[in-house]
């Protein structure tokens, strides 16, 4: 039969075609840009817009973190004296410890000195009285006999005291060796605690401005209250309890205070972990006005 | 988005490649069988409207084998039926039933053959409407796992870690979703419409065997 037949629209169909994927993907592109765009401002304004809001606080808090670093670098000059002080304790320390184990030695050698006299003296008193009752001939082998022993008596104790000399002076260095790293590791650590301290500080003015710009403060509000809470913070910055150390005195202000904390979540923490650890427990006093 | 898909694993990325070619081919037969249809159904109704109208069967039957590339459907059944008619009675010692079956056989088979016309690659849309779900949701299993393997060698399990890859992996089951729903939905309306045209063809087939079998004893 005729098999030649229309085909209807084939190229119109497949242009249109093309026009749906490109529609849909255009429409794709276009809303996937339009959702992931709007985020980083947004991250940007929470970071940012945190100074602002607190405008009359956060001219106090300004200059307060500044004076809060400085007595942190203070400590620093400070810190090599007591470094320098104890050195020389430990110096002084270690003059005596010599002085006192060289008397000792002394006095060690002394008392085998006068050992030695004795042994020699009753040897010989001995040996005279020997002699007397001996013929000549055998005093003077038993003198000669006497005199080794008391040489190889005298060798073995000056070979025993060499010992211990030799001792002791070991025992010396190595509690000098390990006092010095004991102190090198001191000077280091108080140098990062120092760092970190620093950190520490900036980082509770921060989550402290954070919870005070969410702060919103009660009508009845009088004076200057201070509410102490202790706030224990997850590692991700999120708050796991708050607890009411110290009322202010104004349960509306304590219960405002509450509130702000847990709206300010995530915490800002620092990137730190050996310092973020620190933040797990933090007592945070709350002004509505700082006064530091 | 197109970062999303450039930074897929190559497996996914196959599948929305897959998916793609799918899609555009399931949209390019629902174009086309959509102007099919279309053009079936109205001229069915406009040859529907001449034929009993009252023209005379054999100025119609003469246009349709004119410009039988432009007929539509009923008027080839039409024009196969009559043909057939013609030949039988011009045959002498032609019993009448014989002539009836044979005018019936041929517009029944004119009849499986424009079905047939009609209803090609309406297989394809349905297969692109059940499998293509499937076959994202593959790249998306494919590329979550990637993005699980990845974790594992993360210390601290983020959803930074995680997102960016399982983002990848969802674009794929966005794209079978995106094949499948209108490759389904087209299905159905076409094979609905179809059945409303094959529907009226028999009607008209057993009608115009009718009006056959009233000339035959008339002659």
Excluded: C
Aim: charged share 25%.
């Amino acid at each position: 039969m005729r098999e030649d037949t229309v085909k209807p629209g084939r190229l119109p169909a497949a242009i249109l075609a093309v026009l749906v994927h490109l529609l849909f993907i255009g429409f794709l592109i276009f809303s996937v840009n339009w959702r992931s765009h709007p985020p980083p401002p947004v991250m940007a304004d929470l970071w940012e817009a945190l100074p602002p809001p607190p405008a009359k606080p956060v001219v106090k808090p300004q200059p307060a973190p500044k004076p809060k670093p400085e007595p942190v670098v203070e400590p620093q000059p400070p810190q090599p004296q007591p470094d320098i002080a104890l050195k020389e304790k430990k110096r002084k320390e270690r003059l005596e410890r010599e002085q006192q184990q060289a008397q000792l030695e002394q006095q060690k050698r002394a008392e085998a000195q006068q050992r030695k006299q004795q042994l020699q003296q009753q040897q010989k008193q001995e040996a005279e009285q020997r002699k007397q009752a001996e013929q000549e001939k055998q005093q003077q082998e038993k003198q000669l006999a006497a005199k080794r022993k008391q040489d190889e008596l005298k060798r073995k104790q000056e070979a025993l005291l060499k010992l211990n000399a030799q001792q002791a002076r070991d025992l010396m260095n190595k509690e000098l060796a390990s006092e010095t790293s004991r102190l090198q590791q001191a000077q280091q650590a108080s140098q990062l605690g120092a760092e970190q301290a620093k950190m520490e500080a900036t980082y509770k003015e921060r989550i402290r401005s954070k919870i005070a710009s969410m702060l919103n403060l009660p009508e009845n509000m009088v004076g200057n209250p201070k509410a102490v809470f202790a706030v224990t913070v997850l590692p991700s910055g999120e708050v796991g309890s708050v607890k009411l150390i110290s009322s202010s005195g104004q349960p509306a202000y304590d219960t405002a205070v509450e509130r702000a904390i847990l709206k300010a979540v995530p915490l800002p923490l620092p990137p730190d972990k050996a310092v973020a650890a620190r933040f797990r427990d933090l007592t945070l006093p709350i002004q509505p006005k700082q006064e530091n | 988005m197109l970062a999303l898909v450039g930074n897929a694993s190559l497996a996914v990325q196959f599948v929305m490649g897959l998916l793609l070619v799918a899609s555009f081919m399931s949209w390019w037969y629902i174009f086309i069988k959509m102007f099919a249809i279309r053009r079936a159904t109205r001229m069915a109704e406009a040859f529907e409207k001449e034929f009993w109208s009252g023209t005379d069967l054999q100025t119609l039957f003469k246009r349709a084998t004119q410009d039988w590339k432009q007929a539509g459907e009923l008027e080839r059944i039409f024009e196969a039926g009559f043909r057939e008619f013609g030949k039988l009675k011009g045959q002498p010692g032609m019993d009448m039933s014989a002539v009836m079956g044979g005018a019936r056989r041929a517009m029944r088979a004119t009849y499986q053959r424009e079905m047939d016309r009609l209803e090609s690659n309406l297989a394809f849309l349905a297969t692109v409407g059940s499998v293509s779900p499937y076959v994202g949701l593959f790249g998306t299993v494919w590329g979550i796992m990637n993005a699980f393997r990845g974790l594992s060698n993360v210390v601290q399990a983020t959803l930074a870690n995680v997102a960016p890859g399982i983002a990848e992996a969802l674009i794929a089951t966005a794209m079978g979703l995106f094949a499948a729903i209108p490759a389904v939905v087209a299905y159905n309306r076409y094979t609905h419409d179809i059945d409303r045209l094959a529907n009226r063809f028999e009607s008209f087939m057993e009608e115009f065997s009718n009006i056959l079998q009233r000339q035959a004893h008339k002659a």
